[in-house]
């Protein structure tokens, strides 16, 4: 907890950047573009080193920087299945199942599938019913031969029945990347206008926007005022509160104001990026300004909001009762750990300098 607060980060990984990962030339180029992203948003004292960032972390590595690292109680693994890019899809379900059998009471996971395989409704299946993944996450975009391969939502042939297959097997999440951009694909896909039809015609089913109001900010704050089962996830996004702090202050107030406090989760995309220091700056310091407030109609932050942005949206969301998260996390080994030290360990120490960037392309 941090200062008494329950902190859930709605979005981590273990990433596979190991240049033997890479499928193709584009996923070198993608890395790169990511690693820049990545020294953008970080403030100083918290850059990941290369060696710590170019290799395959691993889920003891995650599970350090999150829960000693860090304040954070609870955390949602996110698979990814950038599998036209990366042979492990870059942040592997194996890794994010081996994270949550160490932390049972700490750790849930989203599995991921890839629509356009001929397999993908039978995976989904066995994800659900045999791992017992949590929902499932999904690009909206795949690279096939140079091309943008759609996988909206709402397409008939692709988004529909997979939506269909998971309302049937009783599957709650839809977790997509939105807003930023993959490789080389178009930006168009990243849109969110698929949500629409999806949220309308799956009504049990709650639907995340991934990276919520880094870019389409006009239409995710009507999707998240008029449909109830669409959740903004700021993974990547809460970093602009130190980065570009006025543009996360733009994003936060509009969402506030068209659609409240109660759809919104903060999510950071740890190994990502080091998640203490947006915790910190959220609770302690973060404050839409007052002259934005005042033309713009945005509402103060009160600790009720930052309550629920932080954490309790989040355990709403994924059906966690906050009393007995908080008995668990007061009690349990990672608090024994905490407990034990003079201090918070040193920003990524819990990663292994193993990794080196990669060579150059030919």
Not at 32 to 55: D, H, R, S
Not at 84 to 89: L, S, T
Not at 114 to 132: F, I, R, T, Y
Not at 153 to 160: E, T
Request: hydrophobic share 35%; net charge negative; glycine share 6%.
């Amino acid at each position: 907890m941090y200062k008494d607060n329950l902190v859930v980060d709605a979005t981590v990984h273990t990433y596979n950047h190991s240049e033997d990962n890479y499928r193709n030339e584009v996923a070198r180029e993608f890395d790169q573009t990511a690693y820049g992203l990545v020294e953008n948003l970080t403030p100083p004292g918290y850059e990941i080193p290369p060696e710590k960032y170019y290799k395959n972390q691993t889920a003891e590595e995650l599970e350090e920087l999150i829960f000693l690292e860090s304040d954070i109680d609870y955390a949602v693994y996110h698979s990814t299945a950038i599998t036209d890019y990366f042979y492990d899809g870059y942040s592997s379900l194996e890794s994010g199942l081996k994270l949550r059998e160490r932390n049972p009471d700490r750790v849930q996971v989203m599995g991921s599938v890839n629509p356009l395989a001929d397999d993908c409704l039978e995976e989904m299946e066995h994800q659900v019913k045999e791992l017992g993944v949590r929902g499932i996450k999904l690009y909206p975009v795949r690279y096939r031969n140079g091309q943008s391969l759609s996988l909206a939502l709402d397409d008939p042939n692709v988004g529909i029945p997979l939506l269909q297959k998971a309302d049937d097997l009783g599957v709650e999440h839809m977790s997509v990347h939105k807003a930023v951009p993959i490789g080389r694909t178009a930006f168009k896909y990243y849109g969110v206008d698929d949500f629409h039809d999806a949220a309308g015609m799956f009504p049990d089913i709650d639907f995340e926007i991934v990276h919520a109001g880094f870019s389409f900010l006009e239409e995710t704050k009507f999707l998240l005022g008029r449909y109830p089962n669409v959740w903004a996830n700021f993974e990547v996004t809460a970093s602009l509160m130190i980065a570009q702090p006025r543009d996360f202050a733009k994003i936060l107030g509009e969402l506030l104001m068209w659609a409240g406090p109660d759809q919104i989760m903060f999510a950071t995309g740890a190994t990502l990026v080091h998640p203490q220091p947006l915790i910190e700056r959220f609770w302690d310091e973060f404050q839409i300004p007052r002259e934005m407030r005042e033309q713009y109609g945005y509402p103060e932050l009160t600790d009720e909001i930052k309550r629920k942005i932080l954490g309790e949206n989040a355990l709403r969301f994924l059906g966690v009762d906050p009393d007995d998260l908080r008995d668990t996390v007061a009690n349990d080994e990672w608090a024994e750990r905490r407990a034990e030290l003079d201090g918070r360990p040193e920003p990524w120490s819990s990663l292994d300098a193993t990794g080196s960037p990669p060579a150059a392309a030919d």
